[in-house]
C-alpha cells in the first residue's frame, strides 16, 4: 500500500510516531485504535500530503467491500423503488468490487430495526445502510454497530446526533420549504392547509413539516395549518385520519403529505368530493402519485431518485472503507418538482 507519489506509509508511520500496523488500522478504518492515535496520524496525513494508491489498497483486501442495505417494506412504494434501486445498482457494482445486500423489514419497527443492525457482524459486512427512525433504541443499536468496527450509514432518513458515519439523502428541509413557496402561491389568503406525514420519528417527514411550516408563517401568514397527522405511511390509517382531518375542518384548501400514504390521502379525497377541489402536494412520484398528477388529484409531486441515492451510498462506503480519494467529494441530491406536463 504506497501513496500515488514519493510519500510511502512508511514515511506516514514515521512522522506520526506509530507502527505501520497502526497505519494500516486506521487507513483501513478498522477498531482498536485509540482516538488519540488515529488523530496522530490524520495530521500527519495532511502534514506529509500522503495520498494512497486505491487500486492497491482494494488488490489488498481479502474481500470485496460488503454493504448491507436495510429498507423497510409496506405499502409505501418508494421504499420498492429504493430496493429495486439496491438490486439494480448492485449488480452494476460487483464489477467495481462492492457487494450490496438487501435486508427488507417491517416498516415503522423499531425493533425490527434493532435486530438487523445488530445482527450484522464486522466480519461479513463493512458498512451498514438504515433508514434510521429517531429513537433511543435505534441510536443504541449505531453506537453498538460502529463499536463493532461497522461503517453505518443513514439513507433518506438521518439520525443526526448518533454515531453514524454519513448520510445520504435529500435536503429534506429544503424540500419542505419548496413545497410551502408552492402552496402559499396555490390556496387563497386565509385559506387552510392540512399537514400529513408519516411519522415525525422520521427525520426526513419532520424535516420537510418545518422547512414547509417556516416558508408559511414567515411569507404566507393568513394561510393557516392544521395537523400533522401521521399515517405511518401506510394506506389504511393515511386513509382514516384524512377523513377524520376533513370532517374536522371543511373548508380545507390545501394538503401537504411530507410521507407516503399518498394512495391513502387520494382516496379519501375522493370520496370526500375534494379530489382537484384542494391543492395537494406530495412526494416521489410512484404509481399513486403518477395517477393523482394524470387526474389533477394532486398539483405537485418532490421527487428524488433511488438510483442517484444508492450510488452515492456506494461512493459514501468506498470513501469510508477505502479512503477520501477513492471517490469524488458527495454533492447534494437533486429535488425534482414535477407537474403533470413532466410526465410523458
Do not use: W
Not at 142 to 147: K, L, N, Q
Amino acid at each position: 500500500m504506497e501513496s500515488s507519489g514519493r510519500v510511502t506509509v512508511h514515511d506516514l508511520a514515521r512522522a506520526a510516531g506509530v507502527s505501520l500496523a497502526t497505519v494500516d488500522r486506521v487507513l483501513n478504518g478498522r477498531p482498536g485504535v485509540r482516538k488519540g492515535t488515529i488523530e496522530k496520524v490524520e495530521a500527519a496525513i495532511a502534514e506529509i500530503g500522503f495520498r494512497r494508491d486505491l487500486t492497491a489498497s482494494m488488490l489488498a483486501r481479502a474481500r470485496d467491500i460488503v454493504l448491507k442495505i436495510i429498507v423497510p417494506e409496506g405499502t409505501n412504494q418508494f421504499f420498492g423503488k429504493l430496493a429495486d434501486a439496491v438490486e439494480g445498482v448492485g449488480a452494476q457494482m460487483r464489477a467495481e468490487r462492492l457487494r450490496l445486500d438487501l435486508l427488507r423489514i417491517k416498516a415503522m419497527d423499531t425493533r425490527a430495526l434493532v435486530a438487523a443492525l445488530d445482527a450484522i457482524g464486522a466480519d461479513e459486512a463493512d458498512c451498514a445502510v438504515i433508514v434510521a427512525i429517531d429513537k433511543p433504541e435505534i441510536h443504541a443499536a449505531v453506537a453498538r454497530a460502529v463499536g463493532r468496527g461497522i461503517k453505518v450509514i443513514t439513507l433518506v432518513s438521518d439520525l443526526p446526533g448518533s454515531a453514524r458515519h454519513g448520510f445520504v439523502g435529500i435536503d429534506n428541509r429544503a424540500a419542505g420549504r419548496i413545497a410551502g413557496s408552492l402552496m402559499g402561491r396555490f390556496v387563497p389568503q386565509g385559506g387552510t392547509v392540512g399537514l400529513v406525514a408519516g411519522s415525525l420519528e422520521l427525520i426526513d417527514h419532520a424535516e420537510r413539516i418545518r422547512g414547509f411550516s417556516e416558508i408559511i408563517a414567515s411569507e404566507f401568514p393568513t394561510v393557516a395549518l392544521v395537523g400533522p397527522i401521521e399515517g405511518q405511511d401506510e394506506f389504511t390509517a393515511t386513509y382514516e385520519k384524512s377523513l377524520a382531518l376533513f370532517e374536522a375542518h371543511p373548508g380545507l384548501t390545501g394538503m401537504y403529505n411530507a410521507g407516503a400514504g399518498n394512495a391513502g390521502l387520494l382516496m379519501a379525497l375522493n370520496e370526500c368530493g375534494l379530489a382537484a377541489k384542494v391543492r395537494v402536494i406530495g412526494h416521489e412520484l410512484t404509481g399513486p402519485t403518477r395517477a393523482g398528477l394524470e387526474t389533477g388529484a394532486i398539483d405537485v409531486i418532490l421527487d428524488q431518485s433511488p438510483e442517484d441515492e444508492i450510488r452515492a451510498v456506494c461512493a459514501t462506503a468506498r470513501r469510508l472503507v477505502v479512503g477520501a480519494d477513492a471517490a469524488p467529494p458527495q454533492t447534494q441530491l437533486e429535488i425534482r418538482v414535477l407537474v403533470r406536463d413532466h410526465l410523458s
